[in-house]
């Protein structure tokens, strides 16, 4: 983490975890460790958790967020919830485009445009993930699958609109598995991920928007990580269900 215009950030992705009880005891422990951090942090938690995590953060620095969001406002959109109705409820960010919505309810690179696109308007900060699966890496697709989601998911805004947004590079094969991309593997993906937002919108925009890295972050390697340049944070699932967070909020680089 190198440049002073990109504040490290620190999210936990909660998925599909904790019941409401958990989640309190779980947001008490996040705000709890708040002040030691050395960046900010943020949850993104359940739909049903988000009312009950906005009290426990209350009066904390600790940003709240959810998962996903549908494009439109409001409508008959059966199951889905809406930005306003995700502002409405207290949270500041949404994950938009994760590799699991992707693979599993279909989204695509057009449904994730959508979405950044609401997310822009209604006022939260998007955190838009991009990342190659493990086959794509092999047959050496790895930057063309990079520049396709990004160029597909970012288009037709212009920089300004884009000051908000946050990327989450994480490599699928690193999700869920253990297998943590290699420091040097993370800076060279963040690196193109930058070259590209300087193809679309030029070098301050480039220079100013955060990457997180995401894919099994843990206590043990996030320093590690977060040592690397353009590595501007971290996107943390199973290890944001422990308290091993507290350790990921608080990471260290030799820096
Ligand atoms: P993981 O998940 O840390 O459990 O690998 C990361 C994510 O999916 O955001």
Known sequence: ??????????????????????????GKLVAGGAGAASGEVAVCVPFTAIAVVREVLRGTNVRLGAQNCHWEVSGAYTGEISVDQLRDAGCQMVIIGHSERRKLFGETDESVNRKLGAALKGGLTPIVCVGETLEEREAQKTWRVLETQIEGGLKGFAPADLSKVVIAYEPVWAIGTGKTASPAQAQEA?????????????????????IL?????????????MDSADVDGA?????????????IMGFQTAR
Request: avoid cysteine; hydrophobic fraction near 40%; glycine fraction near 10%.
């Open 235 to 247: 996107l943390v699932g199973g290890a944001s269900l422990k308290k091993d967070f507290l350790r």
């Open 190 to 210: 963040h690196l193109f991920i930058r070259s590209q937002l300087k193809k679309i919108h030029g070098e301050s925009f480039s220079a100013g928007t955060r």
């Open 213 to 225: 890295y995401g894919g099994s972050v843990t206590a043990e390697n996030v320093d590690s990580l």
């Open 1 to 26: 983490m190198t440049s002073p215009l990109r504040r490290p950030l620190l999210v936990g992705n909660w998925k599909m975890n904790l019941t409401m009880v958990q989640s309190i005891e779980l």
